[in-house]
């Protein structure tokens, strides 16, 4: 047995937390432990014969969202079964689980978080799950603070290719073309250096009350879509984490109009978010603080959607065909993997994500048409054809490695100020 495997056992034995383990609580951690073990196996007991098949297992992580082959089942078989007959019985099942108190749904949770740690500067993205143990120790929100402050560092290191995105979104039409490098010249000139981080404070403030909103929905949504104590599968994660998103955008969303008028503004014509914020308001009214809505929440359906399908299939892949000793995947297979599914869903969602802007942004352009969603998607089409809707797109790929980079190394190192353990 493992020395992560015993401390497990300590530390969920020991009661009283006096710092030892005395035999009452060790043989109430073993009775506590066999009966959770017992329910276990009989819900995976379809039949009732007092023995686990493969087809079992297959139709039991079905119910759960997880589609799994019977090759694959009988693996898992496999690892539990002492006398070589493919089933697995009552004592098999005991003998292997009772010193193991971590399972490999909870680890797999655990090594595979994706939105919490790594932040490429959209929040479309669906919330991780945490596991009970550490939803009861209060690990999670030290996770939540340490992505906070990951995000928060990430963004305003990479802020400058941002708000280039953002300029070349807004004014790169055919007429007005805007290269790379012509455009952080054009910055530069024009507001100095400074000036790149432009609207960035907005961006990084927005973090806090969408990631906490965020998270309380997609709680409440999880209770709403599946029964007491049912695991969450794929697609209702998907329903949950999209509507969890749908309503944190709402929330935050005046703060995603000021942060592109703060980016595309001129030096001196706002003296910062209060001052935006008022002239916002006395020019244009309330409503402008809802401009690009409708293409916002259209797009997270997209983005969240390939995102989580292709970060999926990732994981599918390496813990098929490259988990031997743990379903840890190491940090360059994690970063990787999540570098890849965001992007692919960035690109999914990108023509809105382009609109919305213009639309955030259109007010502040002279002698431009006030258009809606379906107007502005025509005028790009007809103007600039498809590649229209994907001005900006070379400076927000460019963003992507160094965001995931940084978030990464300072989220692992906030959880270790923050008392995160990870065994």
């Given amino acids: 047995m493992g020395q992560d495997a015993e401390e497990k056992i300590f530390t969920t034995g020991d009661v009283n937390k006096d710092g030892k383990l005395d035999f009452e609580e060790f043989m109430k951690?073993?009775?506590?432990h066999e009966k959770k073990m017992k329910l276990a196996f009989k819900s995976l007991d379809k039949n009732n014969d007092g023995k686990i098949e493969a087809s079992e297992i297959v139709q039991s992580l079905q119910t759960l969202g997880l589609t799994i082959s019977e090759q694959q089942a009988e693996l898992i078989l496999q690892s539990i079964d002492?006398?070589?007959?493919?089933?697995?019985?009552?004592?098999?099942?005991?003998?292997?689980?009772?010193f193991n108190p971590v399972t490999d749904i909870e680890e797999i949770i655990r090594f595979w978080k994706h939105s919490?740690?790594?932040?490429?500067?959209?929040?479309?993205?669906?919330?991780?799950?945490?596991?009970?143990?550490e939803k009861k120790s209060g690990q999670w929100w030290r996770q939540l603070l340490a992505g906070g402050i990951a995000g928060a560092v990430s963004r305003t290191s990479t802020a400058p290719l941002d708000r280039l995105k953002i300029m070349m979104q807004v004014h790169g039409s055919k007429s007005d073309k805007m290269n790379i490098f012509g455009g952080f010249r054009q910055m530069v000139k024009e507001g100095g250096i400074r000036s790149l981080w432009r609207g960035n404070g907005t961006n990084v403030i927005k973090i806090a009350p969408e990631t906490a909103v965020k998270f309380w929905a997609y709680e409440q949504y999880k209770k709403l879509l599946t029964e007491e104590?049912?695991?969450i599968g794929t697609f209702e994660r998907f329903i949950s984490g999209s509507m969890a998103g749908a309503t944190a955008q709402t929330f935050i969303y005046p703060m995603e109009v000021?942060?592109?008028?703060?980016?595309?503004?001129?030096?001196?014509?706002?003296?910062?978010i209060y001052d935006c914020a008022k002239k916002i308001l006395k020019h244009e009214g309330l409503g402008a603080f809802y401009k690009g809505y409708v293409p916002n929440l259209l797009g997270i359906i997209p983005y969240a959607g390939i995102d989580l399908a292709v970060y999926e299939l990732l994981k599918s892949y390496w813990l098929d065909n490259f988990a031997k000793d743990s379903v840890n995947p190491g940090v360059m297979v994690l970063l990787g993997c999540?570098?890849?599914?965001?992007?692919?869903?960035?690109?999914?969602?990108?023509?809105l994500a382009l609109v919305r802007t213009r639309m955030q942004a259109q007010a502040m352009l002279e002698g431009s048409p006030q258009l809606n969603m379906v107007g502005l998607f025509r005028r790009i089409i007809s103007k600039e054809g498809i590649p229209g809707l994907y001005r900006g797109i070379t400076p927000n790929f460019m963003k992507v490695l160094p965001a995931v980079g940084i978030s990464y190394v300072v989220y692992e190192n906030m959880k270790q100020t923050l008392g995160v353990t990870q065994k």
């Fill in 338 to 351: 999540g570098a890849l599914s965001s992007t692919c869903g960035q690109l999914a969602s990108y023509p």
């Fill in 258 to 272: 000021m942060k592109t008028r703060l980016a595309v503004g001129k030096t001196g014509q706002y003296a910062g």
């Fill in 116 to 133: 919490t740690g790594i932040d490429i500067g959209d929040s479309l993205t669906i919330p991780d799950e945490f596991t009970e143990d």
């Fill in 229 to 231: 104590g049912q695991k």
């Fill in 82 to 98: 002492v006398d070589g007959t493919m089933t697995v019985d009552w004592n098999e099942w005991r003998d292997y689980f009772l």
């Fill in 29 to 32: 951690y073993l009775k506590d």
